[in-house]
């Protein structure tokens, strides 16, 4: 079966400082991984996707993340945090066509 | 054009009410999708339309219809709702329902208040 963990409920770092959101997935094959940001309020906006091209993701707004398999990770990070990234993090692994499987999402706090 | 629209942004309604939320993409796109989110959750799946055909009902009770008219609009009709159905509904959109890699867009959503 299909799950993601995402490892931290909230996240908390200074404007400026790096910004890490921990991932693991499980999956008996080659998944397809998102990220996906949520401010309050808002639908879900589509950070990045790992779809087996390259292992290092550029997103939008400097976010990037990286596909460990032997890990089973897919963190995401960002050199320097914006306080506009205060948001609801969803890691999401897709097991079939349709079918996201959400982790249970990260709150990130940036404090001025 | 990435955009999925959803009207209305908020609505209240009572619970002998019937009202109907709508969805509109120009993307092209042949797989419609709703959603509901409670508060500090992920999404939960309700239904999936591809090809203007619905392809998947995740058991969701039958006071929430699903409609599909064409390949550009889905609507969402509620009836008799309870409290508990209070909630934001998000739908979203992809190219289509059979590739793993085809990320989905999702509208703003509708906050939806049952009283």
């Known amino acids: 079966a299909q799950s993601v963990t995402q490892l931290d409920s909230h996240v908390s770092v200074s404007e400026g400082t790096p910004v890490l959101l921990r991932c693991n997935y499980s999956?008996?094959?080659?998944?397809?991984l998102f990220w996906y940001v949520q401010h309050p309020n808002k639908g879900l906006q589509l950070l990045l996707k790992?779809?087996?091209?390259?292992?290092l993701v550029k997103g939008i707004n400097g976010f990037e993340a990286e596909f460990k398999k032997s890990e089973t990770s897919f963190h995401l990070t960002k050199p320097s945090a914006h306080m506009s990234d205060a948001a609801e993090y969803f890691c999401?692994?897709?097991?079939?066509?349709?079918?996201?499987?959400f982790g249970s999402g990260t709150r990130l706090l940036v404090r001025p | 054009d990435t955009e999925v629209t959803q009207t209305p942004k908020h609505l209240v309604m009572g619970m002998t009410n019937k009202k109907s939320l709508k969805c509109e993409q120009h993307?092209?796109?042949?797989?419609m999708y709703w959603y509901k989110q409670k508060a500090k959750k992920p999404p939960e799946l309700m239904f999936v339309?591809?090809?203007?055909?619905?392809?998947i009902n995740e058991s969701v009770p039958s006071r929430f219809s699903p409609e599909c008219p064409n390949s550009s609009l889905l609507n969402l009709h509620l009836h008799a709702l309870q409290p508990e159905d209070s909630a934001l509904y998000l739908c979203?959109?992809?190219?289509?329902?059979?590739?793993?890699?085809?990320?989905?867009?999702f509208g703003p959503g509708t906050r939806l208040t049952v009283t």
């Open positions: 979203a959109s992809s190219q289509d329902d059979q590739g793993i890699y085809y990320e989905q867009y």
């Open positions: 999956s008996s094959y080659s998944p397809s």
């Open positions: 790992y779809t087996s091209a390259a292992t």
């Open positions: 999401v692994v897709t097991p079939s066509s349709y079918k996201l499987i």
């Open positions: 993307m092209g796109h042949r797989a």
């Open positions: 339309y591809s090809y203007e055909k619905l392809s």
